[in-house]
């Protein structure tokens, strides 16, 4: 099978991990976490505490994964990572899966995982105004880039639909949810885009 360098990407707490971990034992791929890799390799700035994030080493992390992605030869990598876009070398990429949920899920899901105040509303707001997609496209443009709406699906589900893409037997496309026309119609875009 050809080499394949898969990225899942979404704003924090859609989905990748779960997403990614699966995929990479469904491919028997090398599976590559971005902020575990830049921990390890000492790579981590600071914090972005507005968003409860880590700052990486961007140059450095992008050094490291070519590196991981050229040592394991023929095998297929899955990174993940809401930084995948700026940090995996292009000419590696073969497939970005952009994740989305509704962000009336999304925000349950945060208030689950502890994510409380500007930490919540700021990557609310990154997942109704499209931030990771945007990134994608800009980073790697539509060709190589898939949106999955992940709203209401089981993590198998959403890895059944990613392998359905990647074998060519579903049809990936951009542009499929409205998060901002969805919201506004339900009445409840401003106490969700808060920024
Ligand atoms: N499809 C799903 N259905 C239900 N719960 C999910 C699903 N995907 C992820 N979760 C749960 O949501 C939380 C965030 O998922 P995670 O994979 O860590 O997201 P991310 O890596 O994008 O931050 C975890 O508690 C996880 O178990
Ligand atoms: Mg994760």
């Known amino acids: ?8 990407t ?12 699966l995929l ?20 981590v700035l600071g914090r972005d505490e507005k968003r409860g994030s880590v700052i990486i080493d961007e140059k450095g992390v992008k050094r490291a994964v070519g590196k991981l992605i050229e040592d394991c030869g023929e095998q297929s990598v899955v990174v993940d ?10 000419r590696f990429v073969t497939h ?15 208030e689950r995982a502890g994510f409380l105040g500007n930490k919540l509303w700021e990557n609310l707001a990154a997942e109704i105004l499209d931030v990771c997609l945007v990134d994608a496209l800009k980073a790697y ?4 880039v898939c949106e999955i709406d992940v709203s209401k699906k089981s993590v198998e589900n959403v890895v ?12 990936c496309y951009v542009g499929i ?19």
């Open 81 to 90: 990572g809401h930084y995948a876009a700026s940090v995996v070398p292009k």
């Open 24 to 43: 990479a034992e469904k491919l028997n791929a090398l599976y590559v976490n971005l902020t575990e890799l830049a921990i390890k390799e000492n790579l």
């Open 96 to 110: 970005v899966f952009v994740l989305r949920r509704d962000p009336v899920e999304l925000r349950g899901f945060m």
């Open 160 to 171: 059944a639909e990613i392998l359905e893409v990647l074998s060519g037997s579903r049809k």
């Open 10 to 21: 979404g704003t924090p707490c859609v989905g990748k991990t779960s997403v990614a971990r």
């Open 177 to 195: 949810v409205d998060w901002l026309g969805k919201l506004e119609q339900e009445g409840l875009l401003e106490e969700f885009l808060r920024i």
């Open 141 to 144: 443009g539509s060709e190589r």
């Open 1 to 8: 099978m050809v080499k394949r360098v898969i990225l899942v």
